[in-house]
């Protein structure tokens, strides 16, 4: 019986990292940095320095288009798409909010945020309509998302549509911000959104674009230094999510980076601290496993689990990627320093 037991504990154990790279191959190299990706028309779609933004075709990588946004040298870490156009906004102050319609390319700047604090860190669309961006706060330390409500291009600022409801301003704390490491510190579900904070203080901010309410949690993760903290969420549905990052100054480190939640993100548990390959910029769950899978990938490697986030596999030691995206249950790109890449995995 023990034989039996001993057995089957192994074989679960095997089981459970059985997946493997059936092909690896970058389809795009080029001169530039990207931390930005969607997926449309079986194509990825990338925005990134030199105000560069393109495709590349998934079927055929030897199809592939790139343009400029602006004749300025921007740098872009946010990419965000409803049906008719992908969104980008450039990073520093003067932030230029640009639609590319996806049938002719054709470039519209729809709004340009002046303000001398200004810093997008992340861009993503809850549903057809509500656009979520993301800024580093103002001098004042209050949070700075954007709705956005591309059909009618209005912008408006969460926390002053909030005021006008009679609710309070929503604060940082000295020292508290986002990281504009792979376009993916926040996550949505319906009408709810999540924000994750790093640097001085790392939490989880829940809100609500339709009764505009927030809720403000904080977590185990590390913190207490500009460079430590939460770069990368993602949510299955709206109870089960997880949390990486760590700091970025230390790539090797791996305590208390990586944590979970069941509860919508109101407490937050750390997983494999110590025990994973440290450093990471970007996290999505697989798509159908219910949070159960999950790849990361940082500078320094890509990772996977098989156990909701508890356990680790470190499946590849590429180096330079910073943002990832499951194209489907068998294929996940990538995308960093220079180059663009296609991963197959078999399980």
């Known amino acids: 019986m023990k034989k039996a037991l001993l057995?089957?504990?192994?074989?679960?154990?095997?089981?459970?990292?059985?997946?493997?790279?059936?092909?690896?191959?970058?389809?795009?190299?080029?001169?530039?940095?990207?931390?930005?990706?969607?997926?449309?028309?079986?194509?990825?779609?990338?925005s990134?320095?030199?105000s560069k933004f393109g495709f590349v075709d998934l079927k055929n990588?030897?199809?592939?288009?790139?343009?400029?946004?602006?004749?300025?040298?921007?740098?872009?870490?946010?990419?965000?798409?409803?049906?008719?156009?992908?969104?980008?906004?450039?990073?520093?102050?003067?932030?230029?909010?640009?639609?590319?319609?996806?049938?002719d390319f054709t470039v519209l700047n729809i709004?340009?945020?002046?303000?001398?604090?200004?810093?997008?860190?992340?861009?993503?669309f809850a549903d057809e309509e509500m656009g979520l961006a993301l800024s580093d706060p103002d001098k004042d330390h209050n949070?700075?998302?954007?709705?956005?409500l591309i059909s009618a291009h209005r912008i408006y600022d969460f926390n002053e549509t909030r005021t006008k409801d009679k609710k309070e301003f929503v604060k940082f704390n000295e020292g508290e911000a986002a990281f504009a490491a792979s376009n993916t510190n926040i996550a949505t579900y319906k009408t709810q959104f999540w924000i994750a904070t790093g640097g001085k203080v790392s939490r989880i901010i829940k809100g609500d674009f339709g009764s505009l309410e927030l809720s403000i949690y904080n977590t185990p993760f590390i913190q207490g230094e500009s460079s430590q903290g939460i770069y990368s969420i993602d949510f299955y549905e709206d109870k089960f999510g997880i949390a990486v990052g760590g700091d970025y100054t230390k790539q090797e480190a791996n305590i208390n980076n990586i944590a979970t939640t069941k509860d919508g993100g109101r407490t937050w548990q750390i997983q494999a601290s110590g025990k994973n390959a440290g450093y990471t910029t970007c996290v999505k769950i697989?798509?159908?496993?219910?949070?159960?899978e999950i790849i990361a990938v940082g500078d320094q490697h890509i990772s996977y689990s098989s156990d909701f986030g508890k356990t680790w596999k470190k499946i590849s030691d590429e180096k330079g990627f910073f943002v990832c995206k499951w194209v489907n249950e068998n294929t996940v790109v990538f995308a960093g320093k220079d180059k663009v890449s296609l991963m197959k995995l078999t399980f």
């Open 7 to 46: 057995f089957l504990f192994l074989f679960v154990g095997i089981s459970a990292f059985s997946q493997k790279i059936e092909s690896f191959k970058n389809i795009l190299n080029d001169k530039i940095s990207i931390r930005a990706l969607e997926i449309y028309d079986n194509k990825v779609w990338y």
């Open 48 to 50: 990134g320095t030199d």
């Open 61 to 103: 990588p030897e199809n592939q288009k790139q343009i400029k946004l602006s004749e300025k040298k921007l740098q872009f870490r946010t990419l965000a798409q409803d049906k008719n156009a992908f969104y980008a906004i450039n990073i520093e102050s003067p932030a230029e909010f640009f639609r590319i319609d996806k049938k």
């Open 111 to 124: 709004f340009t945020d002046t303000l001398k604090t200004a810093f997008y860190d992340t861009f993503v």
């Open 143 to 148: 949070m700075r998302l954007e709705m956005t």
């Open 286 to 292: 697989k798509p159908g496993s219910k949070g159960k």
